[in-house]
């Protein structure tokens, strides 16, 4: 009938989609009190050109955002509109245990 979604449940592929030491940030966002700061906006960029290599809206009920990165330098910045903002550097070596880094940012609070 054309309505509706399709759901992939599995696909399979010759060579790997995606090749290098890439490692997935798997980032949390909380407000200083703590809790998940589900409302941020979140951009990512390369510290060494500038550019931006993601901009995405924390999501569920941790406020988690993913993003697949090669190594080096990045700057996340956020913003929530009742949490705060945030600038903080995170580094890629590479190197991280079973390719992915899980780390919590803390927002801070506007000043009144």
């Not at 992939?8 to 989609?17: A, G, M, N, R, V």
């Not at 290098?20 to 906006?41: D, E, F, I, Q, Y």
């Not at 550019?51 to 809206?57: H, R, S």
């Not at 705060?84 to 550097?89: D, M, Q, S």
Request: proline residues 6%; charged residues 20%; glycine residues 12%.
């Amino acid at each position: 009938s054309g309505e509706g979604d399709l759901d992939i449940w599995q696909f399979k592929t010759k060579d790997p989609l995606v090749s290098g030491n890439n490692v997935l940030l798997h980032g949390s966002m909380l407000a200083n009190t703590g809790l998940p700061a589900k409302n941020s906006m979140c951009i990512i960029n390369k510290v060494s050109t500038g550019e931006t290599l993601g901009i995405m809206e924390v999501s569920g009920y941790a406020a988690e955002f993913f993003i697949l990165l090669p190594p080096g330098k990045y700057e996340l910045q956020a913003r929530d509109p009742r949490a705060g903002n945030l600038a903080e550097e995170v580094i890629i070596t590479g190197d991280e245990p079973g390719g992915v880094l899980r780390k919590s940012f803390t927002l801070v609070p506007r000043r009144k």
